[in-house]
């Protein structure tokens, strides 16, 4: 049961947000629509149009909306996370030359201290 509900539910769901769907309600609800005006009744025609022909139709126009949302944003983080990960990669890259830098640098500090180290024993002769 725990996995049925979950299956039916996004069935049902997948099956009512789109557009044929919608299509399909607003044909089923123009079936009354004839009853609706023949009665001359502003209260019935109002209700028709409230509750059987909005509410029928709108629904599954609003969850195809949506979706359409849902998968914009989507689309929007997976780029984003794409971009994220480019970039820190390059600052690995940068990362590992600035460590290179630094070791040589450090290297090349060693060095300059071993010279003036001799110069300093020369000129103390």
């Not at 299956?7 to 009853?35: D, H, Q, R």
């Not at 209700?47 to 979706?67: C, D, E, N, R």
């Amino acid at each position: 049961m725990k996995r049925f509900n979950p299956w039916l539910a996004e069935k049902i769901t997948n099956g009512v947000a789109n557009m044929w769907c919608a299509y399909l309600f607003a044909a089923i609800a123009l079936i009354s629509l004839p009853k609706a005006i023949s009665s001359g009744d502003s209260i019935v025609i109002v209700s028709w149009i409230a509750q059987t022909f909005l509410q029928l139709v709108l629904l599954s126009i609003i969850m195809v909306g949506q979706k359409v949302a849902s998968a914009s944003v989507e689309n929007t983080i997976n780029e984003t996370h794409t971009a994220s990960l480019a970039e820190f990669e390059l600052a690995k890259e940068a990362r590992s030359l600035a460590d290179q830098e630094l070791s040589e640098l450090h290297d090349i500090s060693k060095s300059i201290h071993a010279l003036m180290r001799e110069v300093e024993a020369k000129l103390a002769k």
